[in-house]
């Protein structure tokens, strides 16, 4: 079946340090990949995506590679903000038929961000 | 209305008595998801409707829980004799028909049930 580990948290960092959130998976088929965030208070929002091997997603100073050879699709940001303290979310979906297809998510990492 | 909306924000019932949650999607969007996100866990699949009819309910954890998009817009999540390990937030997210190879889910804020 399809999974998705990442990182626990809770992710302690001062503003303007480097974040690094670990994220890997297993999938039968092709999978897309994806983070998504959810600020306090709010929904979960798509933050980026990479649909094949390679890609590089990249959002608000967010990046992720799409990396086959290690299954992972790590989230990385040079310099982080308060204003970026949620809970980020690590997901695949394998399109099997149409074009709609259900999302597996990891269990959500926890970042704080300090001044 | 502009995103996806959910009600009631809170529920708390007893066990053993029945339940309905409720999820507007944007207008417009055929596809329509629940998640079921428990506490320190991250969303887990229930069911997927495109249109009226359910595509896909290999998530639902068993028959008491159920669901219906009668007219391929509003969709009800209906949870019979609850328990209090469905206490849980209830998400709904929707999405559009494309050719896309991805077409993005868009999150409604929630339901949150409390079985006591």
């Known amino acids: 079946g399809n999974s998705v580990t990442q990182m626990e948290g809770p992710v302690t960092l001062s503003e303007e340090a480097f974040l690094t959130i670990n994220c890997t998976y297993t999938?039968?088929?092709?999978?897309?990949l994806f983070w998504y965030v959810q600020y306090p208070g709010e929904g979960l929002q798509l933050l980026l995506k990479a649909t094949k091997a390679d890609d590089k997603g990249s959002n608000k100073g967010f990046e992720a590679t799409y990396r086959k050879e290690t299954t992972s699709f790590h989230l990385e940001k040079g310099s982080v903000q308060v204003s970026d303290s949620a809970v980020y979310f690590c997901?695949?979906?394998?399109?099997?038929?149409?074009?709609?297809?259900?999302?597996?998510f990891g269990t959500g990492t926890r970042l704080q961000v300090t001044l | 209305g502009a995103g996806v909306s959910q009600t009631p924000s809170n529920k708390v019932t007893e066990k053993g008595k029945y339940v309905e949650l409720r999820c507007d999607p944007i207008s417009g969007h055929t596809a329509l998801y629940w998640y079921r996100q428990s506490l320190g866990q991250g969303p887990e699949f229930l069911i997927y409707?495109?249109?009226?009819?359910?595509?896909?309910d290999s998530g639902l954890p068993n028959d008491r829980f159920f669901a219906v998009r009668p007219e391929g817009s509003v969709s009800t999540l209906k949870i019979q004799r609850t328990e209090r390990g469905d206490s849980a937030v209830y998400l709904c997210?929707?999405?559009?028909?494309?050719?896309?190879?991805?077409?993005?889910?868009?999150f409604g804020p929630g339901t949150r049930l409390t079985v006591l």
């Open positions: 997901a695949l979906s394998v399109r099997h038929t149409g074009t709609a297809s259900k999302l597996t």
């Open positions: 409707f495109q249109g009226t009819g359910a595509a896909d």
């Open positions: 999938a039968t088929g092709y999978p897309s």
């Open positions: 997210a929707s999405s559009s028909q494309g050719t896309a190879n991805y077409n993005e889910q868009f």
